[in-house]
């Protein structure tokens, strides 16, 4: 019963949006109907042609996520776990911070030219962040009594930082990467519409010259199926490594 | 109805009933009565030989934190398997002496030793005959309880010690459980196992009862010394509760300006309860004591505000 009120607004939505198409009052080349949509994601994925420009993103994304994430983990372990590091590094990397990724996308053009390192580039850096800043905080915020009971049991080195410190970072960790991983996708998104021979971003840029609004539309409703893939893959992170944490059997409980 | 649950059951409705069977209440040292403990808690280990508490001494130990004087010279000798008490006003620095003899801190001046020798430890300070437990269980909430249990044992037996140590804790049970689900009591519980399970020789208590309900408290000061007199360790407790302080220790220390103010040997037939003859002497004499002192001018400080100090 409640599954059905949640789901009642978007369908009334719908079903009042191609009334609208069919009788004409909304001009298909604002907004095409629901079913033309529809019919050109069929056509599109019968094709084949829809399938090559996902997986092109996906991997564009993923790779630059991969990129990006990573070299922010090691650098937000390093500058949280050492305060030498943390000097040395991280007022240099909160500056940069305050640099909108897409504000580089004049220099980047000029760097990598308009090929794939330039997309790869962009969201590794769209990615670097959040993932960063949170992991940094995730071993700053470690409870200090867990790392001076563990230490006084005899736990020193790489068994502290697996048993006690990384689990307890993990919480934030997991915050920062379902953040850059919404923030992944807006990045694409731009990089691939400036230029591409492939993609999401490519077919719709390329369907608009044609004024094909469906196949538009069809690529911005991908957009959202897709960022909304990666956040289910996130949570399902996080509900697997943080099962211990009350937080998330509480959420578990509800769902 | 079993004598234990019958003692249980007088101090929770704070009536005074004599000792049932006074001449069952001498324990022999070093052969507990066993089933006094089984009856509660059952043991699945059949008794290991007791390892023998380790002898403590300290000469002149002071501490300070920054311009605040917290200990002065601390003179202390604590016999092996000796049960020891430390109990004084918030502030006086009764952890921090717990800290210094666990080498989580350091001492400005003067020195521990430990079976007439200065400390063998590693580099951190930490001796691995000593286990501390905090007024937090500490338990690591990603691990499970067995898991906490095993931290820093070898992979190899070190799920069926713990589970060993579980047992004797009455927890076996709850082996597979999250911390989380657990109630107060039974994390310290589990955090008394973490304790045991490496066969301590100086087991060292920093209030690890102050949060716990009255009921609760009573009966993990119940396991605390059956399994004292099972293992033969050198205890010693921090507390601010006087009763409590009595319930246990063989010696009853009271720290006031920074010094040991008052060391009071407590004689009492074991286990002890709050009806028997002598313990409201004890109690009252060691009242008046605290209570006489001035408050120290630290006093109004929150109690672990010299922990959170090292910590930052």
Known sequence: MRRGTAFALPAVVLIAWELASASGWLSTRVLPAPLAVLRAFWTLSLSGEIWHHVAV?????????????????????????SRAAETLLDSTL??????????????????????????????????????YINTFHGIRSVDKGLIEMARSYGLSGWPLYRDVILPGALPAILVGVRFSLGFMWVILIVAETISAQAGIGYMTMNAREFLQTDVVLVGILLYALLGKLADLLSKGLERWWLRWHPGYQAADARA | MHPYELELEAVALGTLVPPVNETRREPVRGQPRAADAAAKFPLTLDDEPASSGTAVATR?????????????????RIAPGEFVAIVGRSGCGKSTLLRLLAGLDDADAGGITFDGATRAQDLRGHRSDTRIMFQEARLLP?????????????????????????????????AGDWPAVLSGGQRQRVALARALVHAPRLLLLDEPLGALDALTRIEMQRLIESLWQRHGFTAVLVTHDVSEAIALADRVLLIDEHRIAFDQRIELARPRSRGQGGFAQHEQRLLDRVLTAPPSTVAAEPVHADADEVLS
């Not at chain 1, 990006?68 to 090691?74: D, H, I, P």
């Not at chain 2, 691990?143 to 579980?166: E, F, I, P, T």
């Open chain 1, 57 to 81: 993103s996906t991997w564009r994304a993923l790779s630059g996520f991969a990129l990006g994430g990573s070299l922010a983990l090691v650098l937000g372990l390093l500058t949280g776990s």
């Open chain 1, 94 to 131: 909160q500056m940069l911070r305050n640099i909108p990724p897409l504000a580089l996308i004049p220099l980047v053009i000029l760097w990598f030219g308009i090929d794939e390192s330039a997309k790869l580039f962009l969201v590794s850096l769209g990615v670097f962040f959040p993932i």
């Open chain 2, 60 to 76: 002149s130990l002071s501490k300070s934190y920054g311009q605040r004087r917290v200990l002065a010279d601390i003179d202390l």
């Open chain 2, 142 to 174: 990603w691990k499970s309880v067995v898991d906490n249990v095993a931290l820093g044992l070898a992979a190899k037996d070190g799920r069926q010690r713990a589970l060993d140590a579980l047992a004797q804790v009455g927890l076996v049970e709850r």
